[in-house]
C-alpha cells in the first residue's frame, strides 16, 4: 500500500487488502492534525448550520446562550442567508431585539469581528464588511455575557431557502 509523504495516510491500489484498522488509523492522524491546527491558531468553531430544506420562517435564530464567553475576546460570524429572489436586504439582531442591529445588502454575505473591551466597559463591538464595504459598530450596554442571540431577519419574506449558511468561530 502507498502512503502520502505528510501524514502517511493510506493510499489503496486495486489489489490492496482494506483494512478497518488502517482507515481508523488514518482517522487518528487527521483529528490529531485538525487539533493541532486548532491549537496553534486558537481559532475554534464554536456553531455551524447550513440548511438543506427551506425554514419557514422570516427569523432564522443561531443559539449563543451556552457560550463560555470567558474563553473568548473575538467571535468571527459569517451568514450567507439565502432568500427568494426579489428581496434586497437582510437584518441581524443581536439579543432578538432591534436596538442591536446591523444591516446588509442581499447577494452578499455578512460577515464580522466582534471584539469584548475588557475592564471597566467590557462591551462588544466590531466590523462588519460584504461587498458593499465595511462598518463599525458598537454596542454600549451588550457585553458577551449577555449576548444570547443572533438572529437573521427578513423584512419580507417568510423563509429562507437551502443553502443558507451561518457559521461562527471564538478567538480566545
Not at 438572529?151 to 417568510?158: E, R
Request: one cysteine or more; glycine letters at 6%; aromatic letters at 12%.
Amino acid at each position: 500500500m502507498i502512503q502520502t509523504a505528510n501524514y502517511q495516510l493510506s493510499q489503496w491500489e486495486s489489489t490492496d487488502r482494506i483494512l478497518m484498522a488502517d482507515f481508523n488509523a488514518d482517522n487518528a492522524k487527521i483529528d490529531a492534525a485538525l487539533k493541532g491546527l486548532a491549537d496553534r491558531t486558537g481559532i475554534q468553531q464554536l456553531y455551524h448550520l447550513e440548511l438543506t430544506e427551506s425554514h419557514n420562517s422570516r427569523i432564522l435564530y443561531v443559539p449563543l446562550e451556552d457560550m463560555d464567553w470567558s474563553k473568548w475576546n473575538r467571535l468571527h460570524i459569517y451568514a450567507a442567508p439565502v432568500l427568494p429572489e426579489g428581496t434586497t436586504y437582510f437584518n441581524a439582531f443581536f439579543n432578538n431585539t432591534s436596538t442591536y442591529t446591523l444591516q446588509t445588502q442581499m447577494g452578499e454575505a455578512l460577515c464580522m469581528t466582534i471584539q469584548s473591551l475588557r475592564g471597566e466597559a467590557p462591551f462588544i463591538h466590531g466590523m462588519f464588511w460584504s461587498d458593499e464595504g465595511c462598518s463599525l459598530f458598537g454596542f454600549p450596554i451588550l457585553t458577551f455575557a449577555r449576548l444570547e442571540s443572533l438572529a437573521l431577519v427578513s423584512p419580507t419574506v417568510d423563509t429562507f431557502d437551502p443553502g443558507t449558511v451561518v457559521t461562527v468561530w471564538g478567538e480566545p
